[in-house]
């Protein structure tokens, strides 16, 4: 077998190339000075890019910041949310302890009509808001119950309920007192959701006479009363 010549690679411009022109700085023994004094891995485990890493921690910034401001945006509803929650429930209970319930509103009603149709002044009396009460109990406390007094204890009475009962005996041609003892209150429709007063609509009759009213029931010191009456729209 015949060997080739093996041929000398050929350096481009071999003619102008100097290797005098490094000085002896050529270093390939793998050295790791050649690489420099500023290079080095030494405790760069966590983040051999420092700016990449710094860049990372920028972004997380503004991603948390981002996160912030909308969490916080989500947060304040809900605190908003929240408060009435508890404001709306908590007047609710509240006022189941210190508003009427429809229960107390049946009794006014009928221990109203108890009290006109027996002429019984201290049932009305406990009927009505505590301004007319005080009085209408000191007049039946001190008096002899004359037709004079019976005559003014049915004005207040009229007075509490609105002027209604005189009403009746204005179209009946009857008097009031003859008028209570022929009333008869008949609620039809109570107010549902709780609240410190609650409204009721009734039928009022009276004899021939009949009228719709709306009769608001407050309570004090545990005792509902009738706070007001006025025609029913």
């Known amino acids: 077998m015949a060997f080739k010549k093996k041929k000398t690679p050929r350096v481009a411009n071999d003619d102008n190339f100097d290797f005098d022109s490094f000085d002896g700085d050529i270093d ?33 910034r503004k991603g948390g910041r981002g996160g912030g401001k909308s969490g916080g945006a989500g947060g304040v509803i809900g605190v908003i949310v929240a408060v009435l929650a508890v404001v709306i429930i908590g007047g609710a209970i509240i006022s189941l302890f210190i508003g009427p319930t429809i229960g107390d509103c049946k009794k006014v009603a009928a221990r109203f009509e108890e009290g006109c149709n027996e002429m019984d002044f201290y049932k009305l009396a406990d009927c009505l808001a505590p301004s007319y009460r005080t009085p209408v109990k000191a007049v039946i406390t001190v008096a002899s119950l004359s037709d004079d007094d019976i005559d003014k204890v049915v004005t207040m009475i009229d007075q509490a309920t609105g002027g209604v009962l005189g009403d009746a005996a204005e179209e009946t041609s009857t008097t009031l007192t003859q008028v209570l003892r022929q009333v008869k209150v008949e609620p039809i429709r109570i107010d549902l959701l709780p609240g410190k007063t609650r409204s009721m609509k009734c039928k009022l009759t009276a004899g021939v006479f009949d009228v719709y009213i709306k009769v608001t029931v407050a309570k004090s010191n545990g005792e509902a009363y009738i706070s007001s009456v006025q025609l029913a729209k």
């Not at 023994?29 to 500023?38: K, M, N, P, T, V």
């Not at 760069?44 to 990449?52: A, I, L, S, T, W």
């Open 28 to 60: 390939l023994g793998g050295s790791d000075d050649s690489f420099g004094e500023d290079f080095s891995l030494d405790g760069q485990d966590e983040d051999p890019f420092g700016g990449q890493q710094a860049g990372g921690k920028k972004g997380g």
